[in-house]
Nanobody, 128 residues
Framework: QVQLVESGGGLVQAGGSLRLSCAAS????????LGWFRQAPGKEREFVAV????????SYADSVKGRFTISRDNAKNTALLQMNSLTPEDTAVYYC?????????????????????WGQGTQVTVSP
């Protein structure tokens, strides 16, 4: 069973940076793609970024492309989300998620239903 714990959220001014960390545990976590999602008050959970289980490919939502970078360290069972040039529109609870299948290279990664394990979330607040 995969378990995920996010950390690194906080309050930052617009234009600032934060780095989120996702500590993953479980026998198969290294074989699963890891994604980041976010959910703002009154809005649906939305895809932010994903990295393949090998760590050799990444994809981003258009809204964060060029500002956010996802990475993973399988030796440490950790996924990171480096967020730069933050804007108030980035304010949300950020969640780490693990692919519900192992060894998948292609799938409908923006869909929350494709993930079977979720962390508890970490709050990111960007002030104007």
């Amino acid at each position: 069973q995969v378990q995920l714990v996010e950390s690194g959220g906080g309050l930052v001014q617009a234009g600032g940076s934060l780095r989120l960390s996702c500590a993953a545990s479980g026998r198969t976590v290294r074989s699963r793609a890891l994604g980041w999602f976010r959910q703002a008050p009154g809005k649906e959970r939305e895809f932010v970024a994903v990295i393949t289980w090998r760590g050799d490919s990444t994809s981003y939502a258009d809204s964060v492309k060029g500002r956010f970078t996802i990475s993973r360290d399988n030796a440490k069972n950790t996924a990171l989300l480096q967020m730069n040039s933050l804007t108030p529109e980035d304010t949300a609870v950020y969640y780490c998620a693990a692919d519900k299948y192992v060894y998948r290279d292609t799938y409908n990664y923006p869909a929350p239903a494709e993930y079977s394990a979720w962390g508890q979330g970490t709050q990111v607040t960007v002030s104007p």
